[in-house]
């Protein structure tokens, strides 16, 4: 089975930067997308990023001017490089590998904005 295991997550103060990392061990002929989506207590999962198995790429609208999203095909990982953080992004970020008929998703990461 695929393994999708994430990593950066943390406590960090408004205003404060974190890069989230997400590895991917894929041993089929398939290709993939990837995706990271956070959820907050209580709320639904939402949308973040996506890096397409094409190399395209696109942000929710409402970090697109803060957050973005790379992609490392060679080493099968995908970034999420978080700048100027609010305390309204806090939540778990979870990252998902799209292969169309299934989803292979991480364990998540918390990341917690707070003074």
């Known amino acids: 089975q695929v393994q999708v295991v994430e990593s950066g997550g943390g406590l960090v103060q408004p205003g404060g930067s974190l890069r989230l990392s997400c590895a991917v061990s894929?041993?089929?002929?398939?290709?993939?997308?990837m995706h990271w989506y956070r959820q907050s207590p209580g709320a639904q999962r939402e949308w973040v990023a996506t890096?397409?198995?094409?190399?395209?790429?696109s942000i929710a609208t409402s970090v697109n001017d803060r957050f973005s999203i790379s992609r490392d095909g060679v080493e099968n990982l995908v970034y999420l490089d978080m700048n100027n953080l609010k305390p309204e992004d806090t939540a778990v970020y979870y990252c998902?590998?799209?292969?169309?008929?299934?989803?292979?998703w991480g364990q998540g990461t918390q990341v917690t904005v707070s003074s």
């Open positions: 894929e041993t089929s002929f398939t290709a993939y997308d």
């Open positions: 890096a397409s198995s094409s190399g395209k790429k």
């Open positions: 998902n590998a799209d292969f169309g008929f299934v989803d292979h």
